[in-house]
């Protein structure tokens, strides 16, 4: 059984900065892309950032492209998500997901897991 938990949301000024973190449990951690999506109050929950198996590989939405920052830890099995430069308009649950498929995909029916979320909220 997977379990992802996300930490580290919070209230921040615009402008500001986060770093969320996905704690996974599993063997098979290392094997898969994971990635985070996000959904605001009212929205569909939508794609953020996904990192490949071996960390080297990413890929963003434009909405975040320069800002946020993916990446993993294999030794602790943990996918952090570096935010700067934050905005009102990334307020929002944010989720971390594990691929089932392999690929760095943006779409939801890829991921099989899924956490909780962290609320994110950014003041202007």
């Known amino acids: 059984q997977v379990q992802l938990v996300e930490s580290g949301g919070g209230l921040v000024q615009a402008r500001g900065s986060l770093r969320l973190s996905c704690a996974a449990s599993g063997r098979t951690f290392s094997s898969y892309v994971m990635a985070w999506f996000r959904q605001a109050p009212g929205k569909e929950r939508e794609f953020v950032a996904a990192?490949?198996?071996?960390?080297?590989?990413?890929y963003y939405a434009d909405s975040v492209k320069g800002r946020f920052t993916i990446s993993r830890d294999k030794t602790t099995n943990t996918v952090y998500l570096e935010m700067n430069s934050l905005k009102p308009e990334d307020t929002a649950v944010y989720y971390c997901a594990r691929s089932g498929t392999g690929g760095l995909s943006r779409l939801e029916g890829g991921y099989d897991y899924w956490g909780q979320g962290t609320q994110v909220t950014v003041s202007s």
């Open positions: 990192v490949s198996w071996s960390g080297v590989s990413t």
